[in-house]
């Protein structure tokens, strides 16, 4: 069953603006991960962070995890055109035989 | 130099037809997954093999039968198709690690299209 859920489903920018994405989800976790993925391509792994962190950086990149509220946000700074793409949060829940759930995505549009 | 990589990218074919999708991962990572993505881009994982063993396997018709031959490859073969198929798979793999659920890396993708 789905695990995850992003809001807002669509979100379109300005070049230069942040952009921030929420996912929430159902149990508790083991880690929760952000994943890119381009028109017509694979997912790319962009960030994980473990149920003990609260923050975490990377780049333009910053990812929050609130585990009493089973949520997490993704910031993109100055965003780019290059960051239009959909974007999905996945978890793991705890106790879980190796499976990454994924919630259905969040299409960013950034305008140049 | 591709990490995960799949063949074909694109596959069409008829109602009935069974077909096959390959990959292969050099990364020397232990276990592959193969993930469905529909046309509303929900991703849902099939199958999960760690050094050559089924690990995973989700509610998926038996129609759908993966083969490991050894753990840089998995194989996804499909018989009777049927035009619910049609969605983009994915392979993915990962380096599995005690107590530590590390990121995946995807292959490009093959979209099939079932007519």
């Known amino acids: 069953s789905q695990q995850g859920e992003e809001d807002p489903q669509a979100l379109s920018i300005q070049e230069g603006e942040n952009a921030t994405m929420n996912c929430s989800y159902k149990t508790s976790i083991n880690n929760l991960q952000w994943y890119r993925q381009n028109s017509g391509r694979g997912l790319v792994h962009l960030i994980l962070i473990r149920s003990n962190e609260r923050e975490k950086h990377s780049g333009r990149l910053r990812v929050t995890l609130d585990t009493s509220k089973k949520s997490s946000s993704l910031l993109i700074t100055a965003s780019r055109a290059a960051d239009t793409a959909s974007y999905f949060c996945a978890t793991v829940p705890r106790g879980a035989n190796s499976k990454l759930t994924f919630g259905k995505g969040i299409t960013l549009s950034v305008r140049p | 130099d591709t990490a995960v990589s799949q063949t074909p990218k694109y596959l069409v074919t008829q109602m009935g037809n069974d077909k096959s999708i390959k990959c292969e991962q050099n990364l020397g990572h232990d276990t592959m997954y193969w993930y469905k993505q529909d046309s509303k881009k929900f991703l849902k994982i099939m199958f999960s093999?760690?050094?050559?063993?089924?690990?995973i396997n989700e509610t998926v018709p038996n129609r759908f039968s993966p083969k490991s031959p050894d753990k840089a490859h998995l194989n996804l073969h499909i018989n009777s198709l049927e035009l619910g198929d049609s969605a983009v798979y994915f392979c993915?793999?990962?380096?599995?690690?005690?107590?530590?659920?590390?990121?995946?890396?995807f292959g490009p993708g093959t979209r099939l299209t079932v007519l």
């Open positions: 993915a793999s990962r380096q599995m690690e005690s107590g530590n659920y590390n990121e995946q890396f």
């Open positions: 093999y760690n050094n050559k063993e089924l690990i």
